[in-house]
């Protein structure tokens, strides 16, 4: 039996689970929580239940999301659960990254590892969970990629239909590519994303979908399984410092929900500092914060290759500066040379990902050169969260290394000009060499010259 309910982060008005699709409070407008009336809870018994479960084939055990179902437990029946399996992604160590940043050590969480490529995935086994449990038909979404392809896979797993609603060239062509192969109806609008999301909240009601963006406060609820399962991994030792991009920033309103709950229930005796890193060009949080704001969020015109975190007014921009709150974390911003020189970087460790989930590592390098009045030191135990696979946009990455990409500089309504050149700093070009074995020598040995001298 359920023991959800959903309550308003504001005025704290409380309504039932199964109130239908509601993702904002009826009382005042804002951003509801889910939350639960926990029965008594053994720490230590559930620890080794969780444990126990990577030994068995059980479709949720398997889940990085439904092992961890007693932390999660708002449906009626284990019947309703729909799963991939997502999660289940690993914790890689990151040496050349480490000494970029300037840390000791640093560690990342790479959600790219996910059915779909990225940490979307673990959002969508609750979202379209709650769906089957309202008896939706529809589901949709507004997105730049991943969120897309996430809901298009898991609708289609789920037996019902994924509606996405996409800007207009403003998405990469690997994300693209699995909304229409997964079968969801594409809907391209004339418009950035925030435009997308606004036509996705007005016509939902008019045609009965449910929507799974992270204004969707059971979606967040699978994302918060990654905090469990990062803790359950580290034999939930926690780390000083989890990093993170911001966007659209149910991630970081994810994770805060997911340690803070861990900590009230006695699992963890402490929280990791949450710090969040925007794009410049697509940092409404961080100017919201710098600006001393609280009353109402600073929006701006995304401008950023990165696309994934492309937005200019995040729906969960609350919850997120709530996260950084309890956790006594922090926001900052990179540019785009310094996301596309991180992203390089992180390739050279043999892990790789998507431009937006590079900007963990550019933040932390910026953090740790301003010196010793930021709120982060070289020694800390850092997790960064990669949030997609580098195949969602292999366009950037190979653009870079050929010394051919461009930022694009934008209006709300034209590519006002196309002048400013990324530099490579770190590439890796093809080389041509004849058909014959002393030229293939020669480069090679050329190559590892090179790489010595690095």
Not at 82 to 94: K, R
Not at 259 to 264: A, H, I, Q, S, V
Request: glycine residues 8%; proline residues 5%; hydrophobic residues 40%.
């Amino acid at each position: 039996m359920s023991q959800a309910y959903l309550q308003c982060i504001a005025c704290g008005a409380r309504f039932a689970s199964n109130s239908g699709a509601l993702y904002a409070c009826p009382t005042c407008g804002d951003l509801l929580d889910v939350v639960y009336d926990w029965d008594r809870l053994d720490p230590d018994a559930l620890r080794h239940c969780f444990r126990q479960r990577r030994l068995s084939d059980d479709p949720k055990d398997v889940s990085g999301v439904w092992r961890y179902r007693e932390l999660i437990p708002f449906y009626d029946d284990e019947r309703q659960i729909v799963t991939y399996p997502e999660g289940n992604t690993p914790q890689l160590d990151a040496p050349r990254a480490a000494r970029y940043a300037g840390l000791s050590r640093l560690t990342f969480k790479h959600q790219g590892y996910n059915p779909t490529g990225s940490f979307k995935d673990n959002g969508m086994a609750t979202g379209v969970t709650q769906a089957r449990v309202l008896g939706a038909r529809v589901v949709a979404c507004a997105s730049t990629g991943n969120t897309s392809a996430s809901m298009a896979a898991y609708a289609a797993r789920a037996g019902l239909l994924g509606v996405v609603f996409i800007p207009e060239g403003q998405i990469a062509f690997g994300k693209l590519s699995q909304s229409l192969d997964y079968g969801a109806l594409t809907l391209q609008i004339r418009g950035d994303f925030d435009k997308a999301m606004d036509l996705v909240r007005d016509v939902a009601p008019q045609v009965g979908m449910y929507v799974l963006n992270s204004v969707n406060p059971f979606r967040l609820e699978g994302q918060k399984a990654m905090a469990i399962e990062l803790l359950d991994q580290r034999g939930w030792r926690v780390p000083d410092r989890i990093v993170v991009p911001g966007g659209n920033l149910g991630n970081s309103s994810s994770l805060g929900k997911g340690f803070k709950e861990l900590y009230d229930l006695g699992f963890i005796d402490r929280l990791p500092h949450i710090t969040i890193v925007q794009a410049e060009g697509a940092a409404p949080l961080y100017r919201t914060v710098t600006s001393h704001e609280t009353s109402r969020l600073v929006t701006v015109y995304a401008r950023t290759l990165a696309t994934a975190i492309k937005i200019g007014r995040p729906v969960s921009w609350k919850k997120a500066k709530r996260a950084m709150d309890w956790t006594d974390g922090w926001v900052t911003t990179v540019t785009e040379q310094e996301i596309a020189d991180a992203k390089a970087i992180i390739g050279r460790d043999g892990i790789a990902c998507e431009p937006a989930a590079a900007t963990t590592l550019a933040g932390l390098k910026r953090l740790i050169a301003e010196g010793t009045d930021t709120p982060i030191n070289k020694d800390e135990d850092v997790v960064a969260i990669l949030t997609g696979h580098v195949l969602k946009d292999p366009d950037y990455t190979v653009r870079y290394h050929l010394g051919d990409l461009y930022e694009d500089y934008v209006t709300e309504t034209i590519v006002t000009h196309r002048s400013e050149k990324i530099q490579s700093n770190y590439p890796n070009r093809p080389v041509e060499v004849e058909a014959e074995p002393a030229a293939i020598t020669a480069a090679i040995e050329a190559h590892l010259a090179r790489v010595a001298a690095e």
